[in-house]
């Protein structure tokens, strides 16, 4: 596998072709950000933290049978992937209320959500990722209700086998936001990534914060241990043995 052309730079990770046309790397970068990127850090190993937390949880939802454009991740911050046309919809699962939840309506912090809440933000920091709509995305020509009813779908099998994997390693999932593509024949795949960067998490005694959530509230010092305290959780010994971490 050959790294080509640098195909896409987001705010925290680049895309850059490879030798086979449907496939592409992914480098996860150590940048961190917050308010649309607005502010912006860098934090030490965090890209290799995510990188392989991502990869360990694409694995999880491959067996639990959610289609994922995961192929193999050929350095400790570098995943080669199935190249998918992503979609510009962010799918937020919520288990439990905080954040805009509780600003925004009536209830209170901390609430479980039983069924959890389904939620589609458009992704665009111009727009400052504003929420969707069934109406407001078959308006925008971004989905078909078909593939609508797919995202929510496979969003919630994601939710399921996540909230036990975590669950596992002592850990409530919260929240997350999980991004879709389509491959080469037009099916829906997991794609982007899932780490402490886009999801929720808290721990299952202290109620601590293990996420980017940190970061946010200008922790900085101590978003880096916690995002360790993910890895060391859900990566097994002698899968952790084949980093130099
Ligand atoms: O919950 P609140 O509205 O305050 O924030 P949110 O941005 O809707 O976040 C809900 C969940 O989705 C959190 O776990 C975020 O980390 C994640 N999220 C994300 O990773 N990236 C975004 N652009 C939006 C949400």
């Not at 195909?7 to 990770?13: A, E, Q």
């Not at 199935?82 to 905080?98: C, G, H, S, W, Y």
């Not at 805009?100 to 458009?122: A, F, H």
């Not at 402490?196 to 996420?211: A, I, N, S």
Request: glycine share 6%; hydrophobic share 40%.
């Amino acid at each position: 596998m050959t790294k080509k052309d640098i195909i896409n730079s987001g705010k925290v990770k680049s895309v850059f072709a490879t030798d086979k046309e449907d496939e592409v790397l992914i480098e996860f970068r150590d940048d961190m950000t917050a308010g649309d990127g607005e502010r912006k850090e860098v934090m030490t190993k965090k890209g290799t933290y995510n990188a392989i937390i991502s990869s360990k949880i694409f694995n999880v939802l491959e067996q639990a049978g959610v289609k994922t454009q995961f192929i193999e991740l050929v350095k400790p911050n570098e995943m080669l992937a199935m190249k998918l046309d992503m979609i510009p919809i962010e799918v937020i699962i919520r288990n439990i209320a905080t954040g805009s939840l509780v600003r925004n309506y009536p209830i209170e912090d901390g609430t479980k959500l039983n069924p959890p809440i389904v939620q589609m933000d458009y992704k665009d920091d111009e727009f400052h990722d504003p929420m969707l709509n069934h109406s407001i995305a078959k308006a925008l020509g971004i989905a078909t209700q078909d593939e609508l009813d797919e995202l929510e779908k496979l969003a919630f099998k994601v939710n399921d086998a996540l909230k036990d994997f975590f669950d596992k390693a002592g850990i409530i999932l919260v929240d997350f936001k999980i991004e879709f593509g389509k491959d080469k024949d037009g099916n829906i795949v997991l794609g982007d990534e899932i780490s402490p960067d886009g999801c929720r998490l808290w721990d299952k005694e202290t109620l601590d914060m293990l996420d980017k959530e940190l970061f946010r509230k200008g922790k900085d010092d101590e978003v880096m241990e916690a995002y360790v305290e993910v890895y060391n959780r859900v990566i097994p010994d002698d899968e952790k043995a084949k980093f130099d971490l």
